[in-house]
């Protein structure tokens, strides 16, 4: 145990060896203007978010429409700032969804022998179906809505998160201090708290950055395709799907979000990656 705990870095140490590789600092660099620039979107973007103003419609990139504007003469800097905002919440959001519902699942599934069965089952029974298509027909189940989008995600991004907490805890369950704190009649739930969880940490975080990407990309699809939130509301995957329309005379209203989700995806995953090789054993050493 002192071996493994002299091996173990510390917060700092974790934080500047993370920190070191330039991937993930580009990627948490990113993460963070596009977070900021979301955040501050009222008091940043020139114009409301839907403004119309017919005279200027599909302008091109210019001093006062930086991404130009759309077929309604809205700005396109604006929706894409507002965009990233619902894009943003939705992938907190699923997060959040699928830890409660992947972890309890998983705790449950690894704690409990037989209860181990059918849950597996469950689980692997709604991976066996793409994302997109689960959560199209979650979405058209339940009805297209901001929250019916977060709840349809979280749905179908929970299995991924449980069957990673349940392999750990197949393993963790057996330990010797898992053993002795059920021979002082510790009970249960204190067992699965502060003796299981506890050391799940680590891939439950890398795993919520991926889904955190996942998210973001599949909330993007189903506003692309019409079964997301209302129209009304900018989100990256609308402001792509009216400018197909245009490609060729306005490649603007597809390129600017475009390469938002491309910058806000692939930082999510280089920050991911990085917490993968950093709380990996096995990897760290290549740090």
């Given at each position: 145990m002192a071996a493994v705990a002299?091996?173990?870095?510390?917060?700092?140490?974790?934080?500047r060896q993370l920190l070191r590789r330039r991937t993930v600092l580009i990627g948490i660099l990113i993460l963070l203007v596009i977070a900021t620039a979301?955040?501050?979107?009222p008091w940043i973007a020139p114009f409301p978010p839907n403004r119309l103003s017919i005279v200027n419609r599909l302008?091109?990139?210019?001093?006062?429409?930086?991404?130009g504007t759309d077929e309604f003469g809205r700005d396109g800097f604006t929706r894409t700032l507002y965009a990233g905002r619902l894009s943003l919440l939705v992938g907190i959001c699923v997060v959040v969804f699928a830890c409660v519902v992947g972890i309890t699942l998983g705790l449950v599934a690894g704690f409990f022998r037989r209860l181990d069965t059918p849950i597996a089952r469950i689980i692997d029974a709604m991976m066996a179906f793409p994302d997109i298509l689960l959560a199209i027909a979650l979405v058209a189940a339940l009805g297209p809505s901001l929250a019916t989008v977060i709840v349809a995600l979280g749905i179908v991004y929970a299995p991924r998160l449980a069957r990673v907490v349940r392999a750990s805890t197949l393993v963790i369950r057996e330990l010797p201090y898992v053993e002795a704190a059920r021979a002082l009649g510790v009970p249960t739930w204190r067992i699965m708290t502060r003796h299981v969880l506890r050391n799940l940490v680590s891939p439950i975080l890398v795993q919520g950055t991926f889904i955190f990407a996942y998210a973001m990309l599949a909330e993007a699809g189903l506003s692309f395709l019409g079964v997301g939130v209302s129209p009304e509301i900018p989100t990256w995957g609308t402001m792509i799907a009216a400018g197909r329309q245009y490609v060729g005379q306005a490649d603007w209203m597809t390129l600017f979000p475009g390469i938002a989700?491309?910058?806000?995806?692939?930082?999510?995953?280089?920050?991911?990656?990085?917490?993968?090789?950093?709380?990996?054993?096995?990897?760290r050493k290549d740090l």
């Open positions: 002299a091996d173990a870095p510390t917060r700092g140490q974790a934080l979301a955040i501050l979107a302008k091109p990139p210019s001093a006062t429409y930086w991404f989700i491309v910058l806000s995806v692939l930082s999510l995953q280089l920050v991911g990656d990085g917490l993968r090789d950093l709380l990996d054993p096995r990897l």
